[in-house]
């Protein structure tokens, strides 16, 4: 897979994703890896349509393209099993995507964790009662996934970007 080409997509066509993508899809993020192989990543498949509308209002700004999305997968993690769960829902939410992206298949992360509704209840709490996820959960984010009605060029790294990199030790550039 060319790691490059793959770009946050955000206009999905009305094609329903495949059960057996979907299957591929899970299966990777079941198999992310997590901090002392915890397996504390949870996932919810959405494909409901008026669920996946109400998704897309989770968030003042940012989060209505998912409305147009036919899937959406929230990345949630069981606070209690890993000390590491944000980066384990990270990894597993970054697999979910690269998949996405393997199979032809458009996705975009929308941030949930330590997020505000419009009216000013934290996103993860509205999640959390719309799906019966429990209170010892945190909710990461939702990744809208669908076939791609956009295409976007592929990422260029310049001379500048790596001037990011060091070697064995942190030196300004």
Partial sequence: MDFMTRRSIRKYSQKQVEKD???DII???????TGRNSRATHFIVVDNKEDIKELSQIREHGSQFVENAPLVIAVIGEKDKS?????DCSIAAFAIQLKAHELGLGSCWVHVHDRKSPNGKPCEDVIKEKF???????VMCLIAIGY???TKPAHELKEEDYKRVCYN?????
Avoid at 83 to 87: E, H, S, V
Avoid at 169 to 173: D, F, G, I, S, W
């Fill in 169 to 173: 030790t942190y030196k300004e550039n």
């Fill in 132 to 138: 019966n996820v429990p209170n010892n959960y945190t």
């Fill in 27 to 33: 299966r990777v993020a079941l198999t992310a890896p």
């Fill in 83 to 87: 000390t590491t769960i944000l980066a």
């Fill in 148 to 150: 791609p009605e956009e």
């Fill in 21 to 23: 993508k979907i299957d």
